[in-house]
């Protein structure tokens, strides 16, 4: 996807200075925390002649205060001079959200006597007009700073097609479906290593369950018909526009039989060609990726 102009926004702690620093790399020149009525002015000059930027990323957010209010109408003038202007808005569920700022120990730009979780709420309604115009919403709940910077160099990297991009999720019903996932598959039919004494400390990382869940023939009928259906839907989504797609599977606890299938399925499509990025939600109680 290569846009010449990006402008850039979303929740604190989503993801947007993580984004900057994939797009200098990719070659945009990025600009942070940018006044909306400053944004045309920007523009001008970026896209005049002698200027020597083939590509910008501007970032507004709730930094900026009261300019937000002439947001409206400073991105509409961008899009009405670029038809290729793209708007990305990052997110993120409220809980991602409070574990980063916990991390941080940063005040949150939108600053409430009550706390982060209420600053959080504010900043949301604060951003819901910026949200709706959005060309690309990108939920960065189950990315680390080192898969989103993957996702954004592959899709805005300069290929003259963007890619599909697939994510792969594994996780535990116990601990509920993860957010904005387009496809969930539940394996709780698939027998449970879980008991097992020998394979209950592992998960399905580990060359003995996943040895253990491949070896099931409900494992193999149900990879079959799953690729047959993956065969036929990819290219369906690919062709629609669709950019990235999050695929889950779920087990009981999210450890053992659906760490292995996401796992034995990123195998599959990556022997057919496709980018992929798999997400272990609650192994180890963590989000963090493993490749």
């Given amino acids: 996807m290569n846009n ?24 945009y020149y990025c600009v942070d925390n940018l006044p909306p009525p400053l944004m045309n002015t920007f523009v001008d000059l970026a896209v005049g002649a002698g200027s020597g930027l083939e590509q910008i990323a501007l970032a507004v957010d709730a930094r900026t205060g009261g300019f937000l209010g002439d947001f409206d109408a400073a991105w509409r003038a961008v ?52 949200r709706a115009l959005a060309d690309v919403v990108i939920d960065t709940s ?4 080192r898969t989103l910077r993957e996702f954004l160099l592959r ?40 008991y097992d004494q020998e394979l209950r400390p592992q998960s ?17 009928q149900f990879l079959e018909h799953l690729e ?24 009981t606890g999210g450890r053992h039989r659906s760490v292995a299938m996401a796992c034995m399925v990123d195998e599959l499509l990556t022997a057919r060609g496709y980018s992929t990025t798999v997400v272990h939600t609650d192994l180890s109680g963590s989000r963090e990726a493993h490749r």
């Fill in 204 to 220: 399905g990382l580990d060359a003995p369950v996943r040895q253990f869940v491949e070896s099931q023939a409900e494992t193999r």
């Fill in 228 to 251: 047959s259906m993956l065969t036929f839907l990819l290219p369906e989504y690919a062709a629609e526009g669709k950019t990235y797609l999050t695929v889950a599977f779920g087990c």
């Fill in 155 to 194: 899709h805005f990297g300069g290929a003259e097609e963007p890619a599909l991009s697939i994510t792969l999720t594994s996780f535990g019903f116990r601990r509920g479906v993860p957010p904005n996932v387009d496809l969930v598959f539940d394996i709780r039919f698939l027998p449970n290593p879980y």
């Fill in 4 to 27: 010449r102009i990006l402008v850039i926004s979303g929740m604190s702690g989503a993801g947007k200075s993580s984004a900057l620093r994939a797009f200098e790399d990719i070659g």
């Fill in 142 to 145: 189950e990315y680390n700073v």
């Fill in 79 to 130: 899009r009405e001079r670029d038809r290729t202007a793209r708007l990305l808005f990052f997110d993120a569920d409220e809980l991602t959200l409070i574990n980063r700022f916990s991390e941080t120990r940063r005040p949150h730009p939108v600053a409430s006597r009550h706390g982060v979780s209420e600053s959080i709420a504010a900043e949301r309604e604060l951003l819901a007009p910026i």
